[in-house]
């Protein structure tokens, strides 16, 4: 079974730092799709960046960019320039090309201090 | 109204009580989810419909009841629920069968008394 690891349970930076959160999977598949979603406090969790395996060009989002590292099953996001509208809890999943199914994991809580 | 919407917001009931949540989408999708989230714990998710048939049910137990009357509907009917059911019930839509995002409703916050 496909399972997601985020080993920060909580990070803090300064607003303007470039932070990085860490996400681990474990998959025997070889066709897969990752997503980094985030949910602000009080708010809808929205998508921020996704990456299909397949594709080794790392996926980037204006101040959001992956670091996506296949064979170590590794896929962590980098916030640039951070901003106090980044403080959420930020979610990894991974998604099965069998089910489209997103399996996620326990997040990071991100704080941005101005 | 766009998106994914969810009411109520939040719902407190009672461990006899019978009550149920309501999700809609307005974003033209046809696959719809249910989802549990609680504090430090991964989303789990609960049920799937795909098309307004049930395709998954993650062995969730029989006091929670899904209905899917239509595309862009879907309910979650609550009985005799235990205080550990106490959570964020979060809906969302996708198109079915496609590798793309998932758009989230605002949840539901229930307690369980």
């Known amino acids: 079974a496909q399972t997601v690891t985020q080993s920060q349970p909580e990070m803090s930076v300064q607003e303007a730092e470039t932070v990085t959160l860490s996400c681990t999977y474990d998959?025997?598949?070889?066709?897969?799709?990752l997503f980094w979603y985030k949910q602000p406090p009080s708010r809808q969790m929205i998508l921020v960046i996704r990456?299909?395996?397949?594709k080794q060009q790392n996926a980037t989002e204006n101040r959001f960019s992956v670091n996506f590292q296949k064979a170590a099953k590794s896929f962590s996001l980098k916030i640039s320039d951070s901003q106090l509208g980044d403080t959420a809890m930020y979610f990894c999943?991974?998604?099965?090309?069998?089910?489209?199914?997103?399996?996620w994991g326990a997040g990071t809580k991100l704080i941005i201090k101005p | 109204e766009t998106g994914v919407t969810q009411t109520p917001r939040h719902l407190v009931m009672g461990m006899t009580n019978k009550k149920s949540l309501k999700c809609e989408q307005h974003?033209?999708?046809?696959?719809m989810y249910w989802y549990k989230q609680s504090a430090k714990k991964p989303l789990e998710l609960m049920f799937v419909?795909?098309?307004?048939?049930?395709?998954e049910n993650n062995s969730v137990p029989s006091r929670f009841s899904p209905e899917c009357p239509n595309s862009s509907h879907l309910f979650l009917h609550l009985h005799t629920l235990q205080p550990e059911d106490s959570a964020l019930y979060l809906c969302?839509?996708?198109?079915?069968?496609?590798?793309?995002?998932?758009?989230f409703g605002p949840g539901t916050r229930l307690t369980v008394t």
């Open positions: 419909y795909n098309f307004k048939e049930q395709t």
């Open positions: 969302a839509s996708s198109l079915a069968g496609s590798p793309y995002e998932q758009y």
């Open positions: 998959t025997s598949e070889n066709n897969y799709y």
């Open positions: 990456q299909e395996a397949y």
């Open positions: 999943a991974f998604m099965k090309q069998s089910n489209y199914q997103l399996i």
């Open positions: 974003l033209g999708h046809n696959a």
